[in-house]
């Protein structure tokens, strides 16, 4: 039987955004040519994301999202704005992965 790993099936992507690049530089990168409206939305959740769990986003991990997600619903967030702030965040990993910046999409597996 074959040893399953933890893997992307394609090769990793390129490094487009410069190593050592800051938590608030990504987010600027990543709302970058949105909407007042939807930047300032998008803004807000990174920034809870981040002050709710505290590393950098390249660090963060599956558990770190499910920590967030429930965080909201004790906060006695709308079952409408969890589902929008979750979208927020697993388009803010999504960026992270599709430039290289996070190797492995753990957001992706989070419940919207």
Do not use: C
């Not at 990174?46 to 004790?74: G, R, S």
Request: cysteine-free.
């Amino acid at each position: 039987m074959a040893k399953m790993t933890l893997a992307a099936s394609n090769p990793p992507a390129p490094q487009v955004i410069a190593p050592g690049t800051d938590n608030a530089e990504i987010i600027d990168l990543w709302i970058h040519g949105k909407s007042k409206d939807t930047a300032a939305l998008y803004r807000r959740v990174a920034n809870l994301l981040l002050t709710t769990i505290d590393k950098p986003l390249q660090w963060l991990t599956l558990q770190d999202f499910q920590y967030f997600a429930d965080t909201l619903e004790k906060n006695d967030l709308s079952l409408s704005s969890r589902r929008t702030y979750i979208s927020v965040v697993k388009s803010l990993q999504s960026f992270g992965h599709r430039t290289g910046l996070i190797q492995v999409n753990a957001a992706a597996a989070l419940v919207t």
